[in-house]
Structure formats: structure tokens, C-alpha cells
């Protein structure tokens, strides 16, 4: 693992670089708005993608970097990842087909982003459909514009709603709630089908 330091519009990110031999592509993964790379479902799918020979980024935003728990507003949030993913491209991820994603808040970011960083897919790990109890303050939108497939790996308790599935968009529940620490194996199992259909389109 190689740890990189970017910087970007709104002050450096740390990139955990999980690189592979003869990678088939590469999954570059964002944290919740509190929480950190390492958090259980994040290190599931990390583990999978090896398994499966795609190189993995772990993308730590700026203010998690600079010692904050409160997250960034959602366009400095976005410009980071975007600066990120441009210097990623233009050396480490250089010629590989690229998915990006993320956990809660860093899902959200990586499908606003998607058009702009080229992704050829996104993996969102307990997508916030809408705030707790609040089900009118829907971010359904934010899913629906993306334009390449989706996967959505959902704890079935999640007290953040349940995204729907989609033309192009693959929902899969799981045991447990927005943590998705009651059964990281399933979380997985998941993942790792939808990384084959999308690395074998790539070929």
C-alpha cells in the first residue's frame, strides 16, 4: 500500500493506494461524512476488488486530513474528488477503466461527480436517500442522473431510506443498518458480482 498526498482546491487529500499486478481496472472509494477509510464495509469491498485484480484507492477528503469531523460543503466536497480523481488519471490510474464510489456522504459525492471524472460505474455503499424521518427531502435525484451503472449496497434497516432500483441501477439489502457492519461478507459477495459484469464490459 502506498500512501499519496494531493492536493486540491480546497487543501490536501490522502490517497491509500492499494495497487495490483496487471490490474483489470480500478475502484476509487470515498468515506462517510464522520467516519474514515477504514470503516467496515469500505474495507469489505477494498479487499474484494484485490481479490478480483483491480487496483483500489482509498480517498481521504481534505478536512478529514486536516483533523475535522464536520464535513465540508458539498461543493468543496466534489471539487476535491474531481482534483483527486484528475491527478489519478494522469498517472497511477493512467489508461484503466475507472469506477468510483463511496460510503454515505462519499457516494453521493462520487455519482455528483461521475460525468465529470469519467466514471464508467459507481458503487455507492449505504446511499443517505434521504435524511432520518424526513423522507420529503429525497436526494433520489443526485442517483437518477447518473449515466453509467450504478450499484447500491443497502443495509435492510437503514434508517436512511431505501434508494430504488433503476434502468441502470442495481440495488442490492443486506442485513444490518447505515453502518453496514452486521454482515461485511455479504456486503462483499455483492460487490464483487457487480465488479466482474463491469470489468468484463470494459474489455
Known sequence: MTTLVVETPHGP?????????AP??????????GGGVGAPDLVAVRDVALDEEWLVALVE????????????????????WTAVLDHLRGDQLAGLTVVT???????RV????????GAAGVLCLAFPLHPPGRPEST????LQAVRVPVLVIQGSGDQFGMPPAG???????????HSLRTDPAAVGDAARSWLRRVAGGAR
Do not use: M
Open 13 to 21: 487529500a490522502r490517497v491509500h493506494l492499494h495497487d495490483v499486478d
Open 24 to 33: 483489470l481496472a480500478a475502484l476509487v472509494l470515498g468515506h462517510g461524512a
Open 61 to 80: 477528503q481534505p478536512y478529514r486530513v486536516a483533523g475535522r469531523r464536520s464535513p465540508a460543503p458539498a461543493a468543496q466536497l466534489d471539487a476535491a
Open 101 to 107: 464510489g463511496g460510503r454515505s456522504s462519499g457516494a
Open 110 to 117: 462520487a455519482c455528483r461527480t461521475a460525468e465529470a471524472t
Open 139 to 142: 436526494r433520489l435525484p443526485e
Open 167 to 177: 434502468r441502470r441501477r442495481k440495488v442490492v439489502q443486506v442485513r444490518g443498518n
